[in-house]
Nanobody
Protein backbone atom coordinates (compact mmCIF):
# COMPACT_ATOMS: atom_id res chain seq x y z
CA UNK A 1 0.00 0.00 0.00
CA UNK A 2 1.34 3.40 -0.95
CA UNK A 3 0.08 6.71 0.34
CA UNK A 4 1.10 9.97 -1.27
CA UNK A 5 0.29 13.28 0.36
CA UNK A 6 0.09 16.61 -1.40
CA UNK A 7 -1.16 20.12 -0.77
CA UNK A 8 1.19 21.30 1.92
CA UNK A 9 2.95 24.63 1.75
CA UNK A 10 3.39 28.04 3.29
CA UNK A 11 0.31 30.02 4.30
CA UNK A 12 -0.33 33.07 6.43
CA UNK A 13 -2.15 32.81 9.71
CA UNK A 14 -5.89 32.75 9.15
CA UNK A 15 -5.51 31.09 5.77
CA UNK A 16 -6.59 27.67 4.54
CA UNK A 17 -5.02 24.62 2.98
CA UNK A 18 -6.39 21.33 1.75
CA UNK A 19 -4.20 18.28 2.01
CA UNK A 20 -4.80 15.24 -0.18
CA UNK A 21 -3.75 11.64 0.32
CA UNK A 22 -3.97 9.26 -2.62
CA UNK A 23 -3.76 5.55 -1.93
CA UNK A 24 -2.74 2.70 -4.18
CA UNK A 25 -2.26 -1.00 -3.70
CA UNK A 26 -5.33 -1.70 -1.60
CA UNK A 27 -9.08 -1.39 -1.61
CA UNK A 28 -9.22 2.14 -0.28
CA UNK A 29 -12.92 2.07 0.49
CA UNK A 30 -12.43 -0.81 2.95
CA UNK A 31 -9.87 1.01 5.03
CA UNK A 32 -9.90 3.70 7.64
CA UNK A 33 -7.60 6.61 7.08
CA UNK A 34 -6.24 9.36 9.21
CA UNK A 35 -4.03 12.41 9.44
CA UNK A 36 -1.33 12.89 12.04
CA UNK A 37 1.13 15.73 12.45
CA UNK A 38 4.52 16.20 14.02
CA UNK A 39 5.95 19.56 14.92
CA UNK A 40 9.67 20.07 15.57
CA UNK A 41 10.64 18.69 18.95
CA UNK A 42 7.20 17.23 19.58
CA UNK A 43 5.61 13.82 19.36
CA UNK A 44 3.44 12.83 16.45
CA UNK A 45 -0.21 13.52 17.27
CA UNK A 46 -3.56 12.57 15.84
CA UNK A 47 -5.30 15.27 13.84
CA UNK A 48 -8.35 13.43 12.50
CA UNK A 49 -9.46 10.03 11.31
CA UNK A 50 -12.27 8.67 9.20
CA UNK A 51 -13.65 5.15 9.14
CA UNK A 52 -14.63 3.20 6.05
CA UNK A 53 -18.27 3.99 6.82
CA UNK A 54 -17.58 7.71 7.02
CA UNK A 55 -17.56 8.17 10.78
CA UNK A 56 -15.08 10.83 11.81
CA UNK A 57 -13.06 11.63 14.89
CA UNK A 58 -10.97 14.71 15.62
CA UNK A 59 -8.44 15.90 18.09
CA UNK A 60 -10.51 17.99 20.47
CA UNK A 61 -8.37 21.07 20.00
CA UNK A 62 -8.81 21.03 16.23
CA UNK A 63 -12.46 20.22 15.82
CA UNK A 64 -14.25 23.04 14.08
CA UNK A 65 -11.24 24.23 12.10
CA UNK A 66 -10.21 20.98 10.38
CA UNK A 67 -12.42 18.66 8.35
CA UNK A 68 -11.50 15.17 7.18
CA UNK A 69 -13.25 13.59 4.23
CA UNK A 70 -12.76 10.89 1.64
CA UNK A 71 -13.64 10.16 -1.98
CA UNK A 72 -13.55 6.41 -2.41
CA UNK A 73 -14.03 6.67 -6.17
CA UNK A 74 -10.73 8.57 -6.35
CA UNK A 75 -8.93 6.54 -3.66
CA UNK A 76 -8.23 9.85 -1.99
CA UNK A 77 -8.66 11.34 1.43
CA UNK A 78 -8.59 15.01 2.32
CA UNK A 79 -7.91 17.29 5.22
CA UNK A 80 -9.39 20.76 4.92
CA UNK A 81 -7.65 23.13 7.30
CA UNK A 82 -9.15 26.55 7.96
CA UNK A 83 -8.22 29.46 10.22
CA UNK A 84 -4.67 28.18 10.38
CA UNK A 85 -2.43 29.25 13.23
CA UNK A 86 1.37 29.29 13.52
CA UNK A 87 1.09 26.41 15.99
CA UNK A 88 -0.38 24.27 13.21
CA UNK A 89 3.06 24.27 11.59
CA UNK A 90 4.16 20.66 11.29
CA UNK A 91 4.75 17.78 8.94
CA UNK A 92 1.39 16.19 8.22
CA UNK A 93 1.22 12.46 7.61
CA UNK A 94 -1.50 10.42 6.00
CA UNK A 95 -2.12 6.92 7.34
CA UNK A 96 -4.38 4.01 6.53
CA UNK A 97 -5.35 0.69 8.02
CA UNK A 98 -8.08 -1.86 8.49
CA UNK A 99 -9.65 0.30 11.18
CA UNK A 100 -8.77 3.52 12.90
CA UNK A 101 -7.17 1.74 15.84
CA UNK A 102 -4.80 -0.13 13.49
CA UNK A 103 -3.09 2.31 11.21
CA UNK A 104 -0.42 0.36 9.38
CA UNK A 105 0.58 2.33 6.31
CA UNK A 106 2.07 5.80 6.28
CA UNK A 107 2.82 8.43 3.69
CA UNK A 108 6.05 10.36 3.49
CA UNK A 109 4.55 13.51 4.98
CA UNK A 110 3.91 16.99 3.68
CA UNK A 111 5.16 20.18 5.31
CA UNK A 112 2.67 22.81 6.42
CA UNK A 113 4.10 26.11 7.56
CA UNK A 114 1.89 28.87 8.93
CA UNK A 115 3.48 32.29 9.21
CA UNK A 116 2.34 34.90 11.70
Amino acid sequence: VQLVESGGGLVQAGGSLRLSCTASGSIFSNNAMGWYRQAPGKQRELVARIASDGRTNYAASLKGRFTISRDNAKNTGYLQMNSLKPEDTAVYYCTSGSNWYSFRYWGQGTQVTVSS
